[in-house]
């Protein structure tokens, strides 16, 4: 069979300049002066199908010569004069016909041809019945306008289908709606529905960042959603959050305010539909939920939104007893990813975790064992990463590094929540604060087959240095709890052992500077089983057995000679917290 792995990889990039421009040149052809088929191909370069399509326009008669001097529009100008060539038919003579189904395909896409709610909607969009249309889909899709997969109908390229779409919507001469749209909307019933739902959302977006100030077209439409939703009970607001998903990073506010209804509004009201999972699972609010973080994380990408988003995410994890990595779309996931240093990711958004997860700080007492904000801000923490591309059929995964200059203001200050958080007298605070220390002194290892070179480990170990010494202070002049005091070992335990980056003298004066209680080494005595924090730890099995019976006998003796039984009682106590 074919293996994917087996095809060689081609990877094209935008067209040279001089090879773009002897692209619009052939398009042209030799009526044009070269300074014309140099400005349209410095125009498009970064997509020869428009290149192409204006150059034959343009030599066809059907495209003024002008438009390469609007850098703006041009893409606009040739897609829609494309359009018009496209729906002019000379054998039926029937433009305007045809005109309304690619207005009506551009409006339902991705058009189900075997649906006959799609044929209904379509009939009456275009005000015929659908067996007069399908001449006109055909001829569409043997020209190319329309690619076929199964029973579904695009319009290609995308951006033809967001052009046809937009001018049947909105009129850029007067900046108004045209309300097609309502029409349409009236018009659909079933699944079309909800096709159209998600294409206006993207026009309208599209619309208002082209023409600032325009009104918004979908205002008709959200407005049929929201009543929808609220009235709706657990089965209708799954359907309605599954849209959502679809539509969340174009309309973020309104998201956002039907997101914060149905949080504050729960129903466990459940539809009486004919449906043969409702007989083996009851459907709650809390299915409801579930399909919220994926509407936030939409949301989130607006970085207006993001504190916002992230708050409600937080406020749906501390409620989602769910197995993280079994699920993609678990809030604390979709937290992290947020939080994550990843390429290309403005480092503002970094910021507004880090507050974000600051604020969850104060107002979380950590007594209902939900999550830590440690759990969402370790992942800042990182000295390198990894990401996911999908192109076709294969996926890959690619790993990157990360400089120390560029992420130290991020980690000072989430170190810093983790020092401030090391002396709670909430122990199980304080020890999650210090594993994202710990995390903080994690260096690169090589995902996913990375090579890191000693220079690339070397530019970590002045921050580890400054980690080390901060906790050096902390443990000098703070109280430090018998439990932490062994979850502060079990931390430095890699660079007390192993490490070969100079920080193996800085870790030991950590645990010098600790203090030797009796309280502290019964702690240690109890939790360390397999004697990995036994201090001079060596190969020898033999010599370090007797070394902790040496050990454990002196620390017997000076409990029974200097403790009473209540206070021995009271070391216990104290150590297995």
């Not at 199980?428 to 002194?441: F, H, M, S, W």
């Not at 090579?451 to 906790?471: C, E, R």
């Amino acid at each position: 069979g074919l293996r994917v792995g087996d095809l060689p990889r081609i990877s094209l990039s935008d067209l040279p300049r001089t090879d773009a421009e002897a692209l619009a040149s052939e398009a042209l052809g030799t009526a044009w002066p070269r300074q014309l088929a140099e400005k349209l191909g410095y125009l498009t370069a970064d997509c020869p199908f428009i290149t192409v399509v204006a150059g034959v326009l343009i030599r066809r008669g059907h495209l003024a010569p002008s438009c390469v001097d609007h850098e703006e529009t041009i893409r606009k100008e040739v897609l829609s004069t494309f359009r018009d060539v496209v729906v002019a038919d000379p054998v039926s003579g029937d433009s305007e016909l045809r005109t309304a189904i690619l207005d009506g395909i551009a409006t339902l896409q991705p058009f189900r041809s075997a649906d006959p709610s799609f044929h209904d909607s379509l009939g009456k969009l275009v005000g015929q019945p659908y067996d007069r249309a399908i001449r006109h889909i055909r001829a569409l899709e043997d020209a190319g306008v329309l690619l076929r997969r199964g029973s579904s109908l695009r319009i290609v390229p995308d951006l033809l289908g967001d052009v046809i779409l937009s001018e049947a919507c909105f009129d850029d001469v007067s900046g108004a709606p045209t309300r097609y749209l309502e029409r349409a909307w009236i018009a659909t019933e079933g699944e079309a529905v909800q096709h159209i739902f998600v294409n206006a959302s993207r026009i309208d977006w599209q619309i208002r960042h082209d023409y600032p100030g325009a009104p918004r077209i979908t205002d008709a439409l959200w407005d049929a959603v929201v009543v929808a939703a609220q009235s709706a009970g657990v089965l209708g607001r799954i359907n309605v959050m599954k849209l959502l998903q679809k539509v969340a990073y174009f309309e973020p506010h309104r998201s956002l305010e039907l997101v914060r209804w149905i949080i504050d509004n729960p129903t466990d009201v459940v539809e009486d539909i004919d449906q043969p999972l409702l007989s083996i699972y009851r459907f709650t609010h809390q299915d409801v939920l579930t399909e919220m973080p994926a509407i936030l994380q939409a949301i989130a990408y607006n970085e207006e939104y993001l504190r916002e988003s992230a708050n409600l995410l937080w406020a749906l994890a501390a409620t989602d007893r769910r197995e993280t990595n079994r699920y993609p779309e678990h809030p604390l996931r979709i937290l992290r990813s947020l939080a994550e240093i990843e390429p290309g990711k403005p480092i503002s958004y970094n910021y507004a975790m880090i507050d974000a997860a600051a604020k969850w700080l104060q107002t979380s007492d950590g007594s209902d064992g939900g999550p830590s904000p440690f759990d969402v801000l370790e992942a800042i923490l990182a000295t390198e990463g990894s990401e996911v591309l999908s192109d076709g059929f294969a996926v890959r995964f690619r790993s990157f590094a990360i400089a120390p200059s560029a992420v130290e203001p991020l980690r000072d200050r989430v170190l810093g929540l983790a020092f401030e958080e090391l002396s709670s007298p909430d122990i199980a605070r304080a020890v999650r604060a210090l594993d994202v220390i710990e995390a903080g002194l994690r260096g690169p290892i090589g995902l996913v087959g990375n090579d890191v070179s000693t220079q690339v480990g070397d530019a970590w170990v002045p921050g580890f240095q400054k980690v080390l010494a901060t906790l050096n202070e902390t443990v000098a002049t703070t109280a430090i709890d018998p439990v932490i005091g062994v979850a502060l070992r079990r931390a430095l335990q890699w660079h007390l052992d192993y490490s070969d980056l100079g920080t193996s003298a800085a870790a030991r004066s950590v645990v010098e500077s600790m203090p030797r209680t009796l309280a502290t080494r019964t702690a240690v005595a109890l939790f360390d089983g397999w004697s990995e924090l036994l201090e001079g730890r060596t190969s020898d099995f033999r010599a370090m057995e007797e070394q902790k019976r040496v050990q454990m006998d002196e620390l017997v003796a000076d409990i029974l000679g200097s403790c009473s039984d209540d206070e021995v009682l009271e070391i216990g106590r104290a150590s297995c917290r």
